[in-house]
């Protein structure tokens, strides 16, 4: 995957099996992704070492809180070995099935890509931009815009490549055109990065998106707290506390899209049991990234214009953890 943060050509993450005396059994998944914020895979290991074979509530309530994607696993794993594999249905849920956005490659390869997911039924699509020149991509946008199946939506995934001027370019050219909004436009350490990112909010009606601003439990807490008037793009694989977070975005009202970590299926099944299980607003998920892996045993559910809970219930953590054993 090419992005503004470069070539993306391995998944490194940390699978953990939690077994209780009855013999069931759960698997999680340690999804970080350290340029983001979270912890290294070095880091997750060497906990999991350091918590050994055996582990009670109190030495699992231990685990750091800057290990969010450990603590996330270990959940994961916790809430699957308390269902014993219980099949939960589609009534349950307050949603049976929700949309997905296609992902499209960066650069010119979006206009054949974007032809060929019409096809099959999408009508909201997520751009990578950023990647190249601002004076070859603008106008490659109108291209794209150009080619969009009717009443579909484009979202512009910028990385944080941009700098103020760049970013107020792409934003005037969008204010125009079907773009539901523009994610990350200037980096999390650019100098003023919050400033910056709250006045391209207020001065332009094309909406910004957070992504890598919120990374993690506090950032959520912070933008909300601040009443960020955006959109919050939720990465719940990198959440540590995954419920109190919920409870924040859903108490403040927050425009929320849930998206993939590029997990395996261990933690896409995790990720997506929160997107289906949120009662706010059901915007296009940022989950239509699979087929994805060399092993087809690791991907989620296939990219699709939508995806039903039956799909996700279907999703086998125990493939995946026996490829890697």
């Not at 993306?8 to 340029?35: F, N, Y």
């Not at 003023?192 to 807490?221: C, K, M, Q, V, W």
């Amino acid at each position: 995957m090419r992005t503004a943060h470069g070539l993306w050509a391995e998944r490194e993450g940390v699978l953990v099996r939690m077994t209780d005396e009855a013999g069931r059994s759960g698997i999680g998944e340690a999804a970080v992704i350290p340029w983001f914020g979270t912890e290294t895979i070095e880091e997750a290991e060497a906990a999991c070492r350091e918590l050994g074979g055996k582990v009670d509530a109190a030495r699992l309530a231990a685990v750091p809180e800057q290990l969010a994607c450990l603590r996330n696993a270990l959940a994961a794993a916790k809430g699957e070995l308390e269902r014993g594999g219980e099949q939960v249905g589609s009534a349950v849920m307050p949603k049976a099935f929700l949309p997905v956005a296609a992902l499209l490659p960066a650069g010119r390869a979006a206009l054949e890509a974007v032809r060929a997911k019409d096809e099959m039924g999408f009508r909201v699509f997520k751009w990578k931009v950023g990647v190249g020149e601002v004076a070859e991509e603008l106008p490659l946008m109108d291209d794209l815009c150009a080619v969009l199946p009717s009443g579909s939506k484009l979202r512009l995934d910028a990385n944080g490549a941009w700098d103020r001027r760049k970013a107020e370019r792409w934003l005037e050219r969008c204010a125009d055109r079907p773009v539901e909004f523009v994610e990350q436009p200037v980096a999390v350490d650019a100098r003023g990065a919050e400033d910056l990112l709250r006045g391209l909010a207020e001065d332009f009606p094309t909406p910004i998106a957070l992504d890598e601003s919120i990374a993690g439990d506090g950032d959520i807490e912070r933008w909300v707290g601040a009443g960020w008037p955006g959109v919050c793009v939720v990465k719940p694989s990198l959440l540590g506390d995954v419920p109190r977070a919920l409870e924040r975005l859903e108490k403040a009202k927050a425009a929320v899209v849930f998206s993939s970590a590029l997990e395996t299926a261990v933690g896409a099944k995790a990720a997506l049991r929160v997107a289906f299980e949120w009662k706010g607003e059901a915007r296009a998920l940022g989950f239509g990234v699979w087929p994805l892996f060399a092993d087809a045993r690791f991907d989620g559910p296939f990219a699709a214009p939508f995806v039903r809970w039956e799909d996700v219930e279907r999703l086998d953590p125990e493939a995946a953890w026996n490829a890697l054993n």
